[in-house]
């Protein structure tokens, strides 16, 4: 199992843990354990032998979730007390086109890299790097441009398109297409790119769902190239992670952070956020702890949010933040998950939370009046999820920093960059502080 910590490649397998474990006596166990061969070792100390960092260098959840990977049994953990899902495992460098299983990697030193397009665009034409800007689709192309690699743009309306080749926004999604529509579209991007390369014996490594994989594995398979499909079984939020852990060779550090960051993975699928109304009725008792929180759209209320700001907002996770923990000043502050989002972003007044500060804006823009704290209050239950992390005080700043990284979340509007959507929100900001 190979993964990627705090920047560096690292390799485990459950051979590798057992023989690190010799001769050890374990730890005591405090909260957390790892089920070795039926004994209960402290996670942190099984995954500092067996990778030979230091303890200080990496966080038990993550020794949890590494070691779960290799099919070892661990304790619960999670906001409600349930285990995280195991996270999928690498695929192998490539596998053929035409069964997708088991048969050798391609001999050609020849490896393509596509990016599908996304449903989010700029207004205006571009170049089709450029056109798509929705955030997977950034992260994917960005890993792109750094392999060195040709690479192209998928597209549901033009088949192949070269990264600098012009492209007006269009509103065609694959996905809404008959059958026999994307067969052909699969055997035309496949014609498209035999006119760029020899794809006898080339790898053919596409950065995208299903939707736009499957119509491409036979017509890749006839002209004798490898399909590898890199996102295979992700959801978005998995995707945008696999990202995060994925740097460029060349972006690798030589030396690791001085900090540790934690895992947000949790956050950023979807099944692990519940709606309001579960969240105040399980209580405080599991969250009454510093951590991280993500809050989920749903389409009906993406498409109120996109009305009010003027662009595109995804159904998704659409606001990140912290709750507690050492500032990055140093100092500390006893705000706990329950506190955030129960007692201020679901409290009722908006003086207290940013979020519904943005929240309000966005709907009394598209109301035409200031929407009342009731009618906000309804809103959030009935069209938001939230999911949520404890973590240690000590990891909260980092474990925030990465989030707002890997998501990009755009009613966010610190620790993100300044877009136009962003700019847009702010201004609704300001004009609803000044009506009241």
């Known amino acids: 199992m190979a993964f990627i910590l705090n920047g560096v490649h690292c390799e485990l397998d459950a051979g590798t843990v057992r023989s690190a474990l010799r001769g050890v006596t374990p730890d005591a166990v405090r909260e957390h354990w790892v089920d070795v061969d039926g004994v209960h070792w402290p996670p942190k100390q099984v995954f500092a032998l067996a990778t030979g960092l230091e303890r200080t260098e990496f966080t038990s959840h993550t020794a949890l979730r590494q070691l779960q990977r290799l099919g070892l049994r661990t304790s619960k953990w999670g906001p409600s007390g349930t285990s995280p899902k195991p996270a999928p495992e690498p695929l192998p460098e490539a596998t053929p086109a035409s069964t997708h299983h088991g048969a050798e990697a391609a001999t050609s030193s020849l490896r393509v890299v596509l990016v599908g397009c996304s449903s989010s665009k700029a207004p205006t034409p571009r170049p089709a790097a450029e056109l798509f800007t929705g955030g997977a689709f950034g992260k994917a192309r960005d890993l792109a441009r750094s392999s060195g690699l040709p690479w192209y743009v998928l597209s549901a309306k033009w088949g192949l398109l070269d990264p600098d080749e012009v492209v007006a926004p269009y509103d065609v999604y694959l996905g809404d297409r008959s059958t026999e529509y994307r067969t052909a579209w699969g055997a035309w991007v496949v014609a498209q790119l035999a006119d760029r390369h020899d794809l006898r014996g080339a790898v053919v490594e596409v950065h995208a769902g299903r939707t736009y994989c499957d119509p491409l594995a036979a017509p890749l398979a006839a002209a004798g190239a490898t399909l590898h499909q890199p996102l295979a079984g992700l959801r978005q939020g998995e995707r945008l992670a696999w990202y995060a852990r994925t740097p460029a060779a060349d972006d690798i550090p030589l030396t690791r952070d001085p900090y540790v960051i934690p895992d947000v993975s949790w956050l950023l699928d979807p099944e692990h956020a519940v709606a309001p109304a579960d969240f105040l009725a399980a209580g405080r008792a599991n969250v009454d702890r510093p951590g991280l929180y993500s809050w989920w759209v749903d389409a009906e209320g993406a498409h109120a949010l996109s009305a009010a700001l003027g662009d595109l907002v995804d159904p998704g996770l659409v606001y ?72 240690e005080p000590d990891e909260v700043s980092a474990g925030e920093t990465e989030l707002l990284k890997v998501a990009d979340p755009p009613l966010n509007l610190s620790g993100v960059a300044r877009t136009p959507l962003r700019q847009t929100l702010s201004r609704l900001r300001s004009a609803l502080k000044e009506t009241v």
């Not at 989002?341 to 309000?360: D, I, K, P, Q």
């Not at 704290?373 to 959030?380: C, K, N």
Request: charged share 15%; glycine share 12%; with cysteine.
């Open 320 to 391: 990140a933040g912290r709750a507690g923990g050492v500032r990055p000043n140093g100092s500390s502050s006893t705000n706990t998950l329950w506190g955030r989002v129960a007692e201020m972003h679901l409290g009722g007044n908006r003086s207290f939370s940013t979020f519904r500060l943005t929240l309000a804006a966005c709907l009394s823009a598209a109301a035409g009046r200031v929407v009342t704290e009731a009618e906000l209050s309804a809103w959030m239950h009935e069209h938001l999820r939230v999911a949520v992390l404890p973590l």
